[in-house]
Every structure is written in C-alpha cells, then in structure tokens.
C-alpha cells in the first residue's frame, strides 16, 4: 500500500524519529527481557514478572503509536488508526513492527547519518545544519 505525496523532511522531523525509534526499540528490549526473565524467577515472584510484562506491553502501544505518528505523514490518520488497530493481532503486529522500524531506518539513512541496530546516533542528527531539509516521497 502506498501513499503517493511530497512531504518536506526538516531536521527536527529526522531527530524526533530518531528519538521516537530509539523509544520503541528500548521498550520492546525491555519487554523482551521481562518475558524471558518468568521462567527463571522464583515462583512466588512469577505473578509480579507477569504483571510487569502486561505493563510493558500496554505502555508499548503508546510508543507504537508514537513512531507510526513520525514515520507516516500527517495526512494519513487512517492508515495511524489501521496499525493500532492491526498490533492487537497475533504475529501482525510483529510483521508490523519490523516494517515500521525497518521504514523508520530508512528514513534516517537519508540523513547520510549511520543507523545500526538501535536506530542513528543522535549526536549525528544534531549535528546537521538547521537548514537540512529532504522532500520524501511517501
């Protein structure tokens, strides 16, 4: 699915998707470690483990929807609507999240600045000029 406009890219649009991205990325870091650490706690603190896991979880969407809000353009709501509404479905929204980070790097890579794993490095961001502006074909 493709949305066709032009949309003009500041370096602040490329800095609060950095900021965004990294958010994500540590959240879901974070929720992952917390499920994997329920097998190995004692089994009176499983239900505390768990209960932490379903926080991250629902703290998660917000910064779902926080990313999908950077990453697509402001003229489609619909489709922000459409993937909060899809990361309630098992394995789609997995899907949807590798898309999303993966769209996101991409984006970033235009700024010709590095982004490895855990998104660009901010320092690189911030060191472009103020007039920095990409016309993104969305």
Known sequence: MAIVTNELWTRGDFVDLARRQR??????????????????VQPAQQPLVRAAATLLSL????????????????????????YFVLSFVPFVNLLLLVYLNTLATKRLRLTDCPAGFFGAKMSALEALPEDFTVTLTV
């Open 23 to 40: 958010q994500f990325l540590g959240v879901m870091l974070l929720l992952l470690i917390a499920n994997a650490a329920i097998p190995f």
């Open 59 to 82: 703290a998660s969407l917000y910064f779902v929807y926080k990313l999908v809000a950077a990453v697509l353009p402001a003229s489609s709501t619909w489709i922000i609507v459409a």
